[in-house]
């Protein structure tokens, strides 16, 4: 029986459609009328303001990393990163590309971060941030630069000489735009300032070494002779303003300030005696009274400050050059009114101690700065006034100036100098006591004595350089005579009023001619008319106004006549006793050579005579005269003798005769040319 298989049907698969253009459009075009009803996912707004965010306004976090990274790629010979971070600091204000405040502290708070990383390799960087714009910025920016200024200091010694050159130059004449920065209010010139002494106090406190260091950038940065008044006086009030917080830099820094005043002072009357006389006497008195108001230099502009000096343009030479000394008058005197402002504080309200100590210190600078400089004017005053706040202070000068004058170790120029100062302090000073005055007297009186001992024996003749100590004391003597011949006599009618006086004089009063009684103190006259008639003649050799007004006065009050004398000297010729230039002739017969007419025209001899220098002469400065107006003795006319020669005009000092002329025909010719 056969048996039928069954045979599988093949599975039928159903037949995909390919996909048809046709029908997704169809169908696309069937949804489409649904969708128009939905609202869109996202809006935006057309009133935002779509700007490039630049590199440099990035998170603090961000900032941190990158300047860490800069350094360290820096230290390996990458320099690309490094430059990036200085270009900030060196962006300069008024560019469009400058950073805002807000990034230049992120990056000074990330480089405060990694100051450690700042050593000498980055100086580049350091130099870009010190020199960046930093003192008008808001205060929370100055905050973190001096937190930064510390941090480097200390971590970095090496920088800490351009710190502080960087902060002293701030205390100079500020540029207008370090007080106005795009972004940030404007910040006055005062609070600049004061921004800096803290800055500086801060510095100084931390590291107590950097006193040494800013001391000699003081003197580097002080303003340079043909600046301006105003840049003088700004850096000057700061300089004292630092000695308030660094009471060490005190002798220095007013060491270095008395030694510029004295170089404009110098210079000023270098400047006046190459004038001609009809444009140089007189000058500096007839300079108009300027301000000393610091508030308002501080203000005024370069130009301004330099208008101020000669308001009309300068055609010649001459016109230049007197503009230029008046432009150093004005200095010298706004110096000087800060000098004595700063002193008055000091000496008064200090303790005993510290008043000694402020002598010492004018004292010092009176020995090495203004004592060897030739024709210093005005600087001297400052010892001529604070030495007569009291009478030990008046001794002390004048035992320092004894002390100088005799002294034989010193140079000749020292000694003659130290005696023209103290003649003309006693002679002056009008706080000097009586006693004083006496005992200067005595002291000159025994100097002469040992020194004509000494040389009389072998003199030939007046000679300058041989016998200079005795000449210049003798002039001290007369000029000490001619001011303080009352302090020297004692007078029977007025008695009464001289306490001082008391019974120790052995003199007895003598009626002289004019009618009056007068009795000098011991030895007053004789040591006059010792030195005076002795071989070496000093009347031939002191200043010939200082000598002419002592004949006057001495022969008046009937102490010495030395009028014959006088004349007998207009005919001996110096010039034969001047060391080896004396003629066979005269060595021969022992006389001295007459002067003749001819030779008279021929040979000039004022090089061989003493100057009429006495440092104390009239102060005539507009504005600091104001100081000393109390302390200084006026020429007071002899009862009797001037109203005889001058017919009641007040005669001037004897320094000042000889230049009366010219100045009375330079003031006429003022007036014409007002009028």
């Known amino acids: 029986m056969s048996t039928t298989t069954p045979t599988s049907r093949p599975v039928i698969k159903p037949l995909v459609r390919r996909p048809s253009l046709i029908r997704k459009r169809e169908g696309f075009e069937d949804k489409t009328p649904s969708s128009l009803g939905k609202r869109p996912m996202v809006s935006f707004d057309s009133n935002v303001e779509v700007r490039v965010i630049r590199d440099w306004e990035k998170a603090p976090q961000l900032i941190q990393e990158e300047v860490r990274c800069a350094l360290e790629q820096h230290a390996l010979g990458d320099p690309s990163d490094y430059n990036q971070v200085k270009d900030i600091y060196a962006a300069k ?52 630069y001096v937190r930064f200024l510390a941090n480097l200091a200390s971590a970095q010694g090496v920088f800490v000489v ?10 100079t004449a500020v540029i207008p735009s370090s007080s106005r920065l795009p972004g940030s209010p404007v910040v006055p010139r005062s609070k600049i300032y004061l921004r800096v ?22 003197i580097d940065a002080f303003p340079h002779q043909t600046d301006s008044r105003r840049a003088h006086a700004i850096y000057v009030q700061n300089v004292l303003k630092t000695l308030a917080y660094a009471p060490e830099l005190q002798a220095e820094a007013l060491a270095l300030i008395t030694e510029r005043l004295v170089k404009i002072d110098v210079q000023v009357q270098v400047d006046l005696e190459d004038l001609t006389e009809d444009v140089g006497d007189g000058l500096v008195q007839k300079i108009p009274r300027i301000r000393n108001d610091f508030a308002e230099i501080m203000d005024d502009s370069e130009s301004s ?13 001459e016109a230049q050059r007197t503009k230029d ?16 402002a700063y002193y008055s504080q000091l000496i008064p309200a200090a303790s005993t101690d510290h008043r000694l100590g402020a002598l010492d210190i004018l004292l010092s600078q009176f020995v090495n700065i203004i004592l060897p400089t030739h024709r210093s004017r005005h600087t001297q005053f400052l010892l001529f006034h604070f030495s007569q706040q009291s009478p030990i202070f008046i001794d002390t000068f004048v035992g320092t100036c004894v002390q100088l004058a005799f002294d034989k170790v010193q140079p000749a120029i020292m000694r003659q100098a130290a005696a023209a100062y103290l003649a003309s302090f006693v ?23 040992r020194l004509r001992s000494a040389h009389e024996p072998t003199c030939r003749g007046p000679d300058l350089r041989r016998y200079s100590t005795f000449y210049f004391l003798v002039q001290a003597l007369l000029y000490i005579f001619c001011f303080r011949w009352r302090d020297l006599q004692y007078c029977l009618e007025d008695s009464s009023d001289d306490s001082e006086f008391e019974d120790e004089d052995e003199d007895l009063p003598v009626i002289y001619a004019n009618g009056r009684g007068h009795g000098w103190r011991s030895g007053v006259k004789d040591i006059l008319a010792t030195n005076i008639f002795c071989k070496l003649n000093p009347l031939k050799i002191c200043f010939p106004a200082i000598v002419t007004e002592f004949a006057r006065i001495a022969n008046h009050l009937g102490v010495v006549y030395v ?38 025209r021929r040979d000039n001899e004022s090089h061989l005579l003493l100057d009429g220098f006495f440092p104390f002469d009239p102060y005539h400065l507009p504005v600091s005269k104001r100081w000393i107006s109390d302390d200084y003795r006026e020429w007071r006319g002899v009862p009797g003798l001037d109203d005889q020669d001058d017919g009641g005009k007040t005669r001037r000092g004897p320094e000042e005769d000889e230049e009366e002329s010219e100045a009375e025909e330079d003031l006429d010719m003022d007036d014409g040319q007002e009028s």
Not at 95 to 119: F, I, K, M, R, W
Not at 437 to 444: C, E, K, M, N, P
């Open 93 to 144: 204000s008024k560019v469009e590309d400058e950073p805002s405040t807000s990034t230049l502290q992120n990056y000074t708070q990330a480089l405060l971060g990694n100051v450690s990383l700042l050593n000498k390799s980055c100086s580049s960087l350091v130099y870009a941030v010190l020199e960046s714009q930093w003192l008008g910025r808001q205060d929370s920016y100055f905050t973190l």
């Open 162 to 171: 351009d710190v502080l050159r960087m902060l002293v130059a701030n205390l």
């Open 563 to 600: 009028f014959h004398l006088i004349e007998t000297n207009k005919r001996v010729r110096l010039s034969q006793f001047a060391g080896s230039s004396a003629s066979r002739s005269s060595l021969r017969y022992g006389q001295p050579e007459r002067e003749s007419a001819l030779s008279a």
């Open 427 to 449: 002679a002056r000073g009008a706080h000097v006591p009586s006693n004083i005055v006496r005992d200067v007297f005595s002291f000159i009186g025994a100097e002469l004595e």
């Open 197 to 218: 002494h803290e800055v500086l106090q801060y510095l100084l406190q931390l590291i107590p070494s950097a006193s040494s260091i800013l001391c000699s950038v003081l």
């Open 305 to 317: 400050d330099d208008e101020s000096v000669f308001s009309n343009d300068t055609d010649n030479e």
């Open 325 to 340: 000394i008046k432009s150093n008058v004005e200095k010298m005197d706004i110096i000087l009114d800060l000098l004595f």
